[in-house]
């Protein structure tokens, strides 16, 4: 039994020991809340903010080549990767049957050429007779008649020449344009159906021209305002470590749609010179510049809360100051902010330290007060904050003189 009673009383000791030297490691027990800061010191920085957005790379101009008539593929000499210039050879047709008919044609011409030629000599012989009252004016209709037949005949047989002529155009299929091949399903002696047929015709090539190459991007509906046709982009593509590319705005949709489960606008932007590492198909990072400022007041986006005036409706900005006696209340104008730092236009100055969550006194206030906007995970607290803002405040967006709610946002905002 004595045994039993040390071995407890050993492994009670080894056990506080260890809690003990746990808590003293840093970032754990009472040292970790110790760690986390209250106030920051007014400071001057740059502040960029962008928008960003995941798009994908593809070819500014793609096109599936399809036959226009029916036929069987005689030549096909371009292949999966092949580079290849305007005006050359992508495919043929066979075109041996639309030869023989074409000599038929021209068989059915010659015939209908002498039909027109005896026609015409009775027609006028005819015409000589009744104008000397020696026929009758019904002989002489005839063989106007079989005139007029005639020449139509004629006429029907030189266009069903030149529809077979064309035809033979049609069998040899040129590039549109210096492109890349980037599929090939069919192989020669296929048959192939044209475009005017069903289903639109076979896709025999598709081709692109990958010096262009664009991103189709979806822009959520809350950042698209902030766009414009022809701004300057900058493209990050993921699978080309440190790759970075301009782009420009070129087009964007004027109605909203639906892309995993989120409304936003489709936006066409055009990459410039176009490294060819870059493939159709990668995935692209965009960074869409808003605002900016350099050389600026800052304070972390913490320091800044929110206040809706019960009277007016108006909402005001402010920040806690240290003084001797503690922390003083001071409005402040807010201007371009990233995610993590805001740009004070007016009411502090470098080397102030503010406050980064609500001093005693006043979090007592509000409480009391719904109107007044609480840090987050404080009692009472109804403030959201969203990612990227430190903890006790709501981070501020602003773009473009247009600023989103800072520090004490009810709902979060968009």
């Given at each position: 039994?004595?045994?039993?009673?040390?071995l407890a009383?050993?492994?009670?000791?080894g056990?506080w020991g260890?809690?003990?030297w746990?808590?003293?490691?840093?970032?754990?027990?009472?040292?970790?809340?110790?760690?986390?800061p209250?106030?920051?010191?007014?400071?001057?920085?740059?502040?960029?903010?962008?928008?960003?957005?995941?798009?994908?790379?593809?070819?500014a101009?793609?096109?599936?080549?399809?036959?226009e008539?029916?036929?069987?593929?005689?030549?096909?000499?371009?292949?999966i990767?092949?580079?290849?210039?305007?005006?050359s050879?992508?495919?043929?047709?066979?075109?041996?049957?639309?030869?023989t008919?074409?000599?038929?044609?021209?068989?059915?011409?010659?015939?209908?050429?002498l039909q027109?030629?005896?026609?015409k000599?009775?027609?006028?012989?005819?015409?000589?007779?009744y104008?000397?009252?020696?026929?009758s004016?019904?002989?002489?209709?005839?063989?106007?008649t079989?005139?007029?037949?005639?020449?139509?005949?004629?006429d029907?047989?030189?266009?069903?020449l030149?529809?077979?002529?064309?035809?033979?155009?049609?069998?040899?299929?040129?590039?549109?344009?210096?492109?890349?091949?980037?599929?090939?399903?069919?192989?020669?002696?296929?048959?192939?159906?044209?475009?005017?047929?069903?289903?639109?015709?076979?896709e025999?090539?598709?081709?692109?021209?990958?010096?262009?190459?664009?991103?189709?991007?979806?822009?959520?509906?809350a950042?698209?305002?902030?766009?414009?046709?022809?701004?300057?982009v900058?493209v990050?593509v993921?699978a080309?470590?440190g790759?970075?590319v301009?782009?420009?705005v070129?087009r964007?949709?004027?109605q909203?749609?639906?892309?995993?489960?989120?409304?936003?606008?489709?936006?066409?932007?055009l990459?410039?010179?176009?490294?060819?590492r870059?493939?159709?198909?990668?995935?692209?990072?965009?960074?869409?510049?808003?605002?900016s400022?350099?050389n600026?007041?800052?304070?972390?986006?913490?320091?800044v809360f929110?206040?809706?005036?019960?009277e007016?409706?108006?909402?005001?900005?402010y920040?806690?100051?240290?003084?001797?006696?503690?922390?003083?209340?001071?409005?402040?104008?807010?201007?371009?902010?990233?995610?993590?730092?805001?740009?004070?236009?007016?009411?502090?100055?470098?080397?102030?330290?503010?406050?980064?969550?609500?001093?005693?006194?006043?979090?007592?206030?509000?409480?009391k007060?719904?109107?007044?906007?609480?840090?987050?995970?404080?009692?009472?607290?109804?403030?959201?904050?969203?990612?990227?803002?430190?903890?006790?405040?709501e981070?501020?967006?602003?773009?473009n003189g247009?600023?989103?709610?800072?520090?004490?946002?009810r709902?979060g905002g968009t």
């Amino acid at each position: 039994m004595k045994k039993w009673i040390i071995l407890a009383v050993v492994l009670a000791g080894g056990a506080w020991g260890f809690q003990k030297w746990r808590n003293s490691l840093p970032g754990t027990g009472a040292s970790a809340a110790d760690s986390h800061p209250t106030t920051a010191v007014v400071e001057t920085r740059d502040i960029h903010f962008a928008v960003s957005a995941a798009g994908e790379i593809g070819p500014a101009d793609q096109v599936s080549v399809r036959p226009e008539i029916n036929g069987k593929i005689l030549t096909l000499p371009v292949d999966i990767g092949d580079r290849v210039k305007k005006d050359s050879v992508l495919f043929t047709l066979d075109d041996q049957d639309l030869q023989t008919d074409r000599s038929s044609k021209l068989i059915e011409i010659e015939a209908a050429k002498l039909q027109l030629e005896k026609a015409k000599r009775d027609y006028e012989r005819s015409k000589q007779l009744y104008a000397d009252k020696l026929i009758s004016q019904e002989l002489f209709e005839d063989t106007k008649t079989q005139y007029e037949l005639a020449r139509n005949a004629l006429d029907r047989a030189d266009k069903a020449l030149h529809l077979v002529e064309y035809q033979l155009t049609k069998t040899k299929i040129l590039a549109p344009f210096d492109c890349t091949v980037l599929t090939r399903p069919v192989s020669v002696g296929q048959a192939v159906s044209g475009s005017g047929g069903f289903n639109s015709g076979t896709e025999v090539l598709t081709i692109a021209n990958l010096n262009e190459m664009v991103i189709n991007a979806h822009i959520n509906q809350a950042d698209v305002t902030r766009l414009k046709i022809g701004q300057q982009v900058e493209v990050d593509v993921e699978a080309v470590a440190g790759l970075k590319v301009a782009g420009n705005v070129e087009r964007i949709a004027p109605q909203a749609t639906i892309k995993n489960n989120i409304k936003g606008f489709a936006a066409r932007i055009l990459l410039k010179d176009v490294d060819p590492r870059v493939r159709p198909g990668m995935t692209a990072n965009i960074q869409i510049p808003v605002a900016s400022a350099d050389n600026v007041a800052a304070v972390p986006l913490a320091a800044v809360f929110t206040e809706t005036s019960p009277e007016t409706g108006q909402t005001e900005r402010y920040v806690y100051v240290k003084n001797e006696d503690g922390f003083e209340r001071k409005p402040v104008q807010i201007g371009v902010s990233d995610y993590f730092y805001a740009e004070v236009q007016k009411g502090l100055s470098p080397g102030e330290v503010v406050a980064l969550e609500l001093p005693e006194p006043e979090k007592s206030r509000a409480l009391k007060n719904p109107l007044v906007m609480l840090p987050s995970g404080s009692e009472g607290g109804n403030a959201t904050v969203r990612p990227g803002a430190s903890k006790g405040n709501e981070r501020t967006n602003s773009a473009n003189g247009a600023q989103r709610p800072a520090g004490g946002n009810r709902r979060g905002g968009t």
